[in-house]
């Protein structure tokens, strides 16, 4: 069975108070759900010059990659972003050639900016966005906008259990019971770390 897949867009690149590094946002197209990943510096004057439109002085290495593959007449078809292992994101290209499609590891920010440059979309797996999802609203504290870890913050095992609930319930709706049985066990992952 192919996995469900989701294309996602850059809806923004916010610099962090030192600039040496960024929170990068993809949104679904057809959703409300965005993941969040951070960037270093090179990448983030990369994401940046690629959303606004505005050309760096010196050319990035992605861009020196993106004309390469250009002049050799590989097309770009797509970037996935296909697991979350560890809290690391990762990511695929896929190149296309004389009819032959070729894959490649990639890092994110590396395929993303790949795929706004040569105007490639953007997927990633139903399943790998909504873990990221649950993982991102369960950490973050609404008031500061600083990540933490559910585990360590007793107010939060509460919450983070409430949105998996919810989580399991879309995915019960969406009959994605391998989805579902995931959650339960992060459930019961939550419940016993109190």
Do not use: H, W
């Not at 649950?134 to 906008?145: A, N, V």
């Amino acid at each position: 069975m192919e996995k469900k897949k989701i294309e996602l867009y850059m809806a923004s690149i916010k610099p962090a108070d030192d600039l040496k590094t960024a929170l990068a946002t993809l949104k679904e197209i057809n959703g409300n759900r965005n993941l969040v990943f951070k960037v270093d510096e090179t990448d983030m004057y990369g994401l940046i010059s690629e959303f606004t439109g505005q050309v760096p002085q010196q050319p990035l290495l992605y861009s020196l990659f993106a004309g390469c593959l250009e002049m050799l007449k590989l097309q770009m078809t797509r970037t996935l972003l296909y697991k979350v292992e560890g809290g690391l994101l990762y990511a695929y290209i896929y190149l296309k050639v004389e009819g032959a499609l070729i894959r490649m590891d990639a890092r994110v920010s590396d395929a993303v900016l790949l795929a706004m440059r040569m105007k490639a979309p953007i997927f990633i797996y139903e399943d790998v966005l909504e873990a990221e999802v649950l993982r991102q609203e369960g950490i973050k504290d609404i008031e500061t906008g600083t990540m933490l870890l559910p585990d360590k913050d007793e107010f939060l095992i509460a919450d983070s259990i409430e949105i998996l609930k919810k989580a399991q319930e879309r995915a019960v709706q969406a009959e994605n019971y391998e989805l579902a049985a995931q959650l339960q066990q992060e459930i019961e992952k939550q419940k016993n770390s109190k």
